[in-house]
């Protein structure tokens, strides 16, 4: 690793100079040239490019993050780069080896290099730094060999800013609130339950879980926390396109995010206060897609969680209906939730808003007992089923039991089940608000992740 290092060092700053690279591509205010059979992943934040699986746990990984507003000295802006995106991310024992400060189009751009731990993995972190026209951009790097050493240097001298920093007047906006930091990373944040089907990639920049379809490979980001306002409505009003910067509704103004959206709203298994937005999406000359964001609040903070999939794609959907049923914040105490309270009365599913089409319905009781309904592929309205409960018809019947948002049900014929449970909100556009309740097998198929099935109480 000492080689690697050295050389590294040693030409970092030769990206201010070194444009004439073949096949460069550009990303927000930074030219790049992607190196000879890596990978490239787009990101809510930024791009990622990365080695390919070579079977022996080698790898390197560059991340191009969006530019972000700033205010602050090129130093100040390092060292808070340096916290989140590198000390946020992997075990750094030692300050950063840093170069002697460059200039390029009157940008001030700093870099700077440590060893890193990861688990069992130690390599190379470098980040680069550019400070210019009232904006920062960052780029880092990580390997774990040199074996991709000549590789990574190409991708450095590729390196060059595509816009002509200007001098900063006082007019400068300040940063925005949800750039800064809460807390020691996004890596020691949240305690996750994998979706089936989906993998955890917790090396690189950031934290994501990561699904790959016929379509391309599906991202769900995981970030750090920012302060509140008090209102989720109020904060997603900025988060979501501060993390889908640079990008705009599809076919309505941005001042219509929540006019054209869908929205999802409730309490994850900690009994935390949830708000998930989703929108269609896009960029000029570009795809439309669905972006989501998923706003936890956390005391006086807020965890940010972002997706993106195609419009008529389900993966992530799928995905962040698992992680609700699952995911908690380290260190933070687990609310009191009267589920039973809340379960107690007689829920339906189907596709028929009132009754046309029901499938299904289950009766639980304040004594700990569940109906199961006969089932009918067709009904006329609601009062089928209440005529039911009132005769008794059912196609089974057993107990139930709580422990937090578990769910354990007994059929008289001694079948135990268990299932995660839920209840939230969900209304699209200007529509109503609909209460609903949902299940997820506990001892689910890790090789297959399920759809949501809602179920509206009579």
């Known amino acids: 690793m000492k080689t690697i290092k050295n050389i590294l060092l040693f030409n970092l700053l030769l990206m201010v100079s070194c444009t004439g690279f073949a096949q460069k591509q550009a990303f927000d205010v930074i030219n790049y040239t992607i190196p000879n059979g890596w990978d490239k992943t787009e990101m809510a934040n930024g791009i990622q490019l990365s080695t390919k699986n070579d079977g022996k746990g080698n790898y390197a990984a560059a991340v191009i993050l969006n530019s972000a507003a700033t205010a602050a000295s090129a130093q100040e802006n390092f060292t808070a780069s340096w916290e989140k995106l590198v000390k946020g991310t992997v075990s750094v024992s030692e300050e950063p080896t840093m170069q002697e400060p460059a200039t390029e189009k009157g940008w001030n751009v700093l870099s700077g290099q440590a060893s890193y731990t990861d688990g069992t993995n130690k390599g190379l ?16 790097i990580m390997t774990n060999t040199d074996k991709y050493q000549n590789q990574i240097l190409d991708f450095i001298k590729s390196l060059n800013l595509n816009e002509t920093a200007t001098v900063q007047n ?22 996750i339950t994998v979706p089936p089907t989906w993998s955890l990639n917790e090396g690189g920049n950031s934290l994501t879980l990561e699904k790959n379809t016929t379509t391309g490979k599906r991202i769900i980001e995981l970030m750090d926390m920012v302060r509140s ?8 009003e900025h988060i979501f396109f501060e993390v889908f910067d640079g990008w705009s509704l599809y076919n309505s103004s941005n001042n219509q995010l929540f006019e054209k959206g869908d929205h999802e709203k409730g309490v994850t298994c900690q009994g935390l206060p949830y708000y998930m937005l989703s929108n269609s999406i896009t960029k000029p000359g570009g795809d439309v897609i669905k972006g989501t964001v998923l706003l936890i609040q956390v ?12 419009i008529l794609g389900s993966e992530m959907e799928m995905g962040l209906n698992f992680l609700l049923f699952t995911l908690k914040i380290n260190g933070v105490a687990e609310k009191n939730t009267d589920y039973k309270k809340q379960l107690i009365g007689t829920w339906v599913s189907g596709s028929g808003l009132y ?19 006969i089932q009918s592929s067709y009904t006329v309205d609601y009062d089928y089923y209440n005529d039911l409960i009132k ?13 937090g948002n578990l769910l354990e049900r007994k059929t008289s014929s001694g079948l135990v089940t268990n299932y995660f449970i839920r209840f939230y909100s969900r209304k699209s556009g200007n529509n109503e608000w609909r209460n609903l309740m949902s299940l997820y097998n506990a001892n689910y198929d890790k090789n297959r992740i399920e759809t949501l099935v809602p179920f509206q109480k009579l």
């Open 299 to 310: 005391g006086t903070n807020i965890a940010v969680i972002n997706s993106a999939d195609i």
């Open 125 to 140: 972190v470098t980040l680069i730094t550019a400070t210019g026209n009232g904006k920062m951009a960052n780029v880092v």
């Open 355 to 373: 009754g046309n089409s029901l499938n299904a319905a289950t009766s639980y009781t304040a004594e700990g007992t569940f109906y199961v309904l």
């Open 170 to 191: 006082n007019k400068t906006n300040s940063v925005s609130p949800t750039n800064a930091t809460i807390g020691s990373g996004n890596k020691n944040l949240y305690a």
């Open 391 to 403: 005769k008794s018809q059912f196609k089974s019947k057993g107990v139930f039991s709580l422990k």
């Open 229 to 236: 306002s008090g209102s989720l409505e109020k904060d997603m």
